[in-house]
């Protein structure tokens, strides 16, 4: 009869059919009369197997073995299945071979012990049915076996029960009980189970301590671990190196090394197991140094190093960064043979030591010498080129491991690739990768793949898909709170970020110092300062103030929300803990605040502090202030400190020098700072070219775009454009509009305002419109730059009307449109419309009047004539009006002739700006146009007597140029 191989997981149908083929061949076996317990006939001792925290309970004496029983466990090596059919077969071929002295015990009790080879239900249970049937379930190896094998099998339950038959157990057979339990998550079954063996004074051995030790581990019960320490020095059991050892790995697991320590130093004798333990315990408590020294000693002692000794050390070179120390270690292992393809894990460690210490080809090195990798070689290897920014080299090791290596990623693989997607907005890898995971059922089941692909999602602008994985998840840690709130406050969604924030408060005091980050990056605008008021008290009260970057974090959102005293205050509350990022942070914020002054006297402030020594971020807050201060001397100054240090060579540094010379006005030195550049690249020549532009030398700017080594991104298409409108040269602005169109980048909002502004600069209003309405993506400045457009060409009621369809279009009007629409009803003569917009500003669309609206409110008055109102209109603003508004008014007086308001406004104006030759110009040619020749020959000495001269004006013509 052939016997089928069946595993425990198959169909309904096929393991009845199997049990009842089972019991069908049990009636070929003899009768036997239930054996007496033959327990204290034979003299048996345990045999612990420890393998991953499961405990198996084999034979306690070597029994006579039978003719049949020799080939059953010869046969374990060769075939299972060969061994089952003897089994099945053997009470057919023994019934006139077998003596009458020879037991058939023996006989069922050796099967069992080929099932703990390879356990299936259905085997446990004929074997079961088979010592039930003969009789010899009351042999106690047998039934003690044959509850390992239940256990082993998956099936508790029949463990539990087969427990409860025996009788006249032993502390073997409680020992299987417990092993049983521990092996099925049942620690609290093991622990009654081991009280009742105290009570019961059956005697314990140290199996059972063993095994306790590893269920109070298991528990993270620490006391009752120390309890059981306590018993095995009472029954004077810790001569057994394994329970010294287990009960070194437990106390350094439960984080006392102390305790470890002393257990391992106490141990007589001392196994390579011993020196694992000790030197795994020490990195797991974060003592990389300890782990390198006990190391060190048992490279002393008798005791040879093991693969994983090796792995420790080198996990430890790795903690401390010691890469000559692992370069050793490595030629140890290739020295005593564990370089080859069986000690696998020795050369992962390696690989993640020289990969993170940055010598990513010795780790490449490492890994083409392994012959056979497995899973983790390949994880490691990507991790390593991602953390050398070999971004290529994952993509492409992904690749070859899926083709070459015929693994497919795991839940590690995904955890280092998806960062790298959220990293570089790679949303269409992290959404196939999101797909695979899905098709694998490992969302669910696995919550740092969940968080990183909350992470992804909102770090590549899909804060919706972030929102739905997260409402989806049926359990979440703090990690999956703290990956939405950061992706709520990254992608602008304020509220939502501080909702969730409370609807986390609300479930317990359940956050951290990143759940603080995360929240404080959301308040960053003026209305989200009672907020942000309220985490701060939050902090103080909870004592998340005790880091520099939560200080920071704080620092940084009061100064975002307009509050830099708050900041500063801040700063001078916290500078035992503050350091160079926290300054940074305080000089940072003045200048995006435009408090240019007071960032300087930050900056003089923190120099006094010898401790600290400013940074490139340093360098580039404080030259930006010089540059908006127009302070040369300060800022040429920081160029010499700049050149005696290594930030000389800073790239960020090097524009910002040029940035800050072309703001001074010193042309001349940001081109020396541009020609010196230690690494020529785009940036550095956008700020040349903008700085060029900005001090009108606008053909030496073209020549460079010109001979540009690089392609050009959208800063410097719109830089160019803008010359060319400056300069009305509508040939360049054509050639530089087809390579737009052929490069595919026309359809950025700020190229597009670019060319609206060039096109209605140079009379081309119709391309202009066209430009505009092929955009697709409208922004703020396009809009801005077309109703400016149809304003400069007099369109005024189509200016209007465009305003009107930028509002229902839902985008934002801001202070430069109201600055293009009121101009576009001064050009157009329409005063009425321009007044009520201009009322309309604050009233109906929250933005503050500002000088530049007020310019074209005079201008539009003046050019209508109506002088008394645009004056009387210039007295009431706040402190009178800016010079920018008398002189609008000056020339609207020099227009329509009238000299004493003219004159009375001029001479306001020479009290606000001495310098200016253009109010004495002006009213000088009011006095002319009167006829007042004294009046104008003095004003003209006047004007040579206090060196003012006139700028020269020209004019551009773009002769046939179409």
């Not at 040349?688 to 073209?702: C, D, G, T, W």
Request: glycine share 6%; charged share 15%.
């Amino acid at each position: 009869m052939k016997m089928v191989a069946h595993g425990g997981g198959g169909d309904g149908g096929s393991f009845h059919s199997l049990t009842r083929w089972a019991f069908q061949n049990l009636n070929l076996l003899p009768q036997r009369t239930p054996l007496a317990s033959s327990s204290s006939s034979h003299s048996f001792s345990s045999l612990l197997n420890y393998h991953y925290g499961i405990f198996i309970i084999v034979q306690r004496r070597r029994v006579p073995i039978l003719p049949y029983a020799t080939p059953l466990l010869s046969s374990i090596s060769h075939c299972f299945c060969t061994a089952i059919q003897m089994f099945v077969q053997m009470p057919q071929r023994t019934t006139t071979h077998i003596k009458d002295d020879i037991h058939f015990e023996h006989v069922v009790y050796y099967y069992i012990k080929l099932l703990l080879q390879k356990p299936r239900i259905l085997s446990a249970t004929v074997a079961h049915c088979a010592a039930l049937k003969i009789g010899t379930l009351a042999y106690l190896p047998t039934s003690t076996s044959l509850l390992t094998a239940y256990s082993k099998s998956g099936d508790f339950n029949s463990s539990w029960d087969l427990f409860h038959e025996i009788c006249n157990r032993d502390v073997i057979a409680w020992n299987a009980i417990i092993s049983a339990s521990i092996e099925h998550n049942c620690y609290r079954t093991a622990m009654d189970l081991f009280e009742k063996i105290i009570k019961s004074q059956i005697g314990l051995d140290s199996t059972t301590l063993l095994l306790m030790v590893s269920a109070s581990l298991h528990m993270k019960n620490f006391d009752q671990g120390r309890a059981i320490h306590c018993l095995s020095i009472k029954y004077g059991m810790l001569v057994d190196i394994s329970l010294g050892n287990a009960l070194t790995d437990m106390y350094a697991k439960c984080g006392v090394l102390s305790s470890s320590e002393c257990v391992f130093e106490e141990m007589d004798y001392k196994d390579v197991v011993s020196w694992n333990s000790i030197m795994r315990g020490s990195l797991f408590n974060g003592g990389p140094e300890r782990s390198l020294y006990y190391f060190k000693r048992m490279s002393f002692s008798e005791e040879a190093a093991d693969s994983v000794s090796l792995s420790c050390a080198i996990s430890a070179c790795l903690s401390l960064g010691e890469l000559a120390f692992g370069q050793t270690i490595h030629g140890l292992g290739i020295k005593i043979g564990y370089n080859d393809s069986s000690h696998v894990s020795f050369s992962n460690s390696l690989i993640s030591l020289y990969s993170q210490c940055g010598d990513v080809e010795a780790a490449e090195t490492v890994f083409g010498e392994i012959a056979y990798k497995d899973i983790v070689s390949w994880n490691a290897m990507m991790e390593g080129f991602a953390s050398n920014e070999k971004i290529n080299e994952v993509f492409d090791l992904l690749l070859e491991m899926q083709m070459l290596g015929s693994f497919q990623p795991d839940i590690v693989t995904l955890t280092i690739i998806l960062p790298l997607c959220a990293e570089l907005m790679f949303s269409r890898v992290g959404r196939s990768i999101h797909g695979f995971a899905i098709r694998r059922h490992m969302v669910s089941d696995h919550l740092p793949l969940l968080n990183s692909l909350i992470d992804m999602y909102s770090k590549c602008n899909l804060v919706e898909e972030a929102q739905l994985l997260f409402n989806s998840a049926t359990v979440r840690d703090l990690v999956s709170w703290n990956a939405m709130i950061s992706g709520y406050s990254q992608n602008k969604y304020p509220e939502e970020a501080q909702n969730l924030f409370r609807e986390l408060l609300c479930k317990g005091p359940y956050c951290s110092s990143s759940t603080v980050l995360a929240i404080l990056s959301s308040c960053n605008s003026l209305n989200s300062l009672p907020f942000g008021k309220s985490i701060h008290c939050f902090q103080l009260k909870s004592g998340f103030l005790n880091h520099v970057l939560l200080v920071n974090s704080l620092m940084h959102m009061y100064i975002n929300c307009g509050e830099l005293r708050a900041g500063f205050s801040i700063l001078h509350d916290n500078s035992d803990l503050a350091d160079m990022a926290s300054w940074n942070t305080v000089i940072g914020g003045c200048v995006r605040g435009d408090h240019f002054q007071d960032a300087l006297k930050t900056f003089g402030l923190m120099r006094l502090r010898p401790s600290l020594h400013y940074d490139s971020i340093t360098l580039v807050s404080v030259l930006s202030a010089c540059a908006n201060l127009e302070l040369l001397t300060l800022g040429k100054s920081l160029h010499g400190h700049v050149l005696k240090s290594p930030l000389g060579s800073n790239t960020r540094v090097q524009n910002s020098l040029i940035t800050m010379y072309d703001r001074c006005g010193d042309i001349n030195s940001a081109k020396v700072v541009f020609k010196f550049c230690s690494i020529p690249n785009l940036c550095s020549s956008n700020c040349m070219i903008s700085a060029l532009s900005h001090n009108k030398e606008f053909r030496e700017a073209l020549e460079l775009f010109r001979h540009l080594q690089f392609k050009p991104n959208e800063i410097t298409i719109v830089s160019v454009l803008s010359i060319c409108t400056q300069i009305g040269v509508l040939r360049h602005g054509k050639q530089v509009h087809v390579h737009v169109f052929r490069s595919g980048i026309l359809d950025n909002s700020f190229i597009s305002a670019a060319l609206v502004d060039l096109y209605s600069s140079c009379g081309r209003l119709d391309t202009a419109l066209q430009v505009f309405r092929h955009s697709e993506e409208k922004s703020e400045s396009a809009w801005n730059s077309m109703i400016a457009a149809y304003g400069n060409h007099g369109n005024g009621e189509k200016a209007i009307k465009l305003f009107h369809e930028m509002c229902e279009s839902g985008t934002r009007v801001t202070k430069s449109t109201f600055v293009s629409l009121l101009s576009a009803c001064s050009h157009a003569g329409l005063v009425n419309q321009g007044l009520w917009y201009y009322k309309c500003m604050l009233e109906k669309y929250g933005v503050q009047p500002e000088t530049e609206h007020q310019v074209f409110v005079v201008d539009m008055l003046g050019r209508s004539g109506r002088l008394d109102e645009a004056y009387e209109f210039t007295k009431g603003l706040q402190s009178n009006g800016s010079s920018g508004v008398w002189g609008t008014l000056l020339s609207a007086c020099n227009y329509h002739g009238e000299l004493k308001l003219g004159k009375q406004i001029a001479e306001h104006l020479f009290i606000l700006e001495p310098q200016n030759v253009g109010y004495y110009i002006s009213l000088s040619n009011m006095y002319v146009a009167a006829g007042s020749w004294k009046d104008a020959t003095d004003l003209r000495q006047s004007i040579q007597d206090q060196g003012l001269r006139k700028t020269a004006g020209y004019s551009l013509i773009d002769v046939g140029l179409g």
